[in-house]
T-cell receptor, first 114, second 113 residues
Framework: GAGVSQSPRYKVAKRGQDVALRCDPI?????LFWYQQALGQGPEFLTYFQNEAQLDKSGLPSDRFFAERPEGSVSTLKIQRTQQEDSAVYLC????????????FGPGTRLTVT | QKEVEQNSGPLSVPEGAIASLNCTYS??????FFWYRQYSGKSPELIMSIYSNGDKEDGRFTAQLNKASQYVSLLIRDSQPSDSATYLC?????????????FGTGTKLQVIP
């Protein structure tokens, strides 16, 4: 079946602009995670949903970051008033809540703030 | 102390040799352990998962887990140039359906032809 998809794949934003990043998880995967990955670093946790409930948002770096998953499937990560330090790859992953709990990643969105 | 620690490398091995990648973690309540491979410019790809002490083999890959020592490793036998990538260790704790996943910074592996 289809894997995790993300759009756009690349986004260039001018400092101060708002951006919205979309994630479409694997069908039937209840859990959805957002990560931020800077160059040369591992993925850093941002937030976690189980169905439509946002169970953990402790990794969001500031109140400019907001995520939602209103119907328990597609999720959107929104960044308001982008700053240069927001430049990174934003990864989305989904997993089931039973069995192996293995996470599967989407291709990521590379955000560049100029 | 970082929750999940890996040597950043690069780890260089000749083609055909065994590559050994190591990871330590700090949370003794961790339950699931994963190795991801990440090629440059690509997203992480799950290659191995292990849940109980001991070894788990899958083709050229063997994952080893020692919960007492809080240590997990990945061995790659007969290393190939196509194995050159960054290998990420991830540790998961599940409680009441709530999942907490922590990644290491990754070890860069270079397989020299």
């Amino acid at each position: 079946g289809a894997g995790v998809s993300q759009s756009p794949r690349y986004k260039v934003a001018k400092r101060g602009q708002d951006v919205a990043l979309r994630c479409d998880p694997i069908s039937g995967h209840v859990s959805l995670f957002w990560y931020q990955q800077a160059l040369g670093q591992g993925p850093e946790f941002l937030t976690y949903f189980q169905n439509e409930a946002q169970l953990d948002k402790s990794g969001l770096p500031s109140d400019r970051f907001f995520a939602e998953r209103p119907e328990g499937s597609v999720s959107t990560l929104k960044i308001q008033r982008t700053q240069q330090e927001d430049s990174a790859v934003y990864l989305c992953a989904s997993s089931p809540v039973t069995g192996s709990y293995e996470q599967y990643f989407g291709p990521g969105t590379r955000l560049t703030v100029t | 102390q970082k929750e999940v620690e890996q040597n950043s490398g690069p780890l260089s091995v000749p083609e055909g040799a065994i590559a050994s990648l190591n990871c330590t973690y700090s949370d003794r309540g961790s339950q699931s352990f994963f190795w991801y491979r990440q090629y440059s410019g690509k997203s992480p790809e799950l290659i191995m998962s292990i849940y109980s002490n001991g070894d788990k083999e899958d083709g050229r890959f063997t994952a080893q887990l020692n919960k007492a020592s809080q240590y997990v490793s990945l061995l790659i036998r007969d290393s190939q140039p196509s194995d050159s990538a960054t290998y990420l260790c991830a540790v998961k704790k599940v409680s009441g359906g709530y999942q907490k996943v922590t990644f290491g910074t990754g070890t860069k592996l270079q397989v020299i032809p």
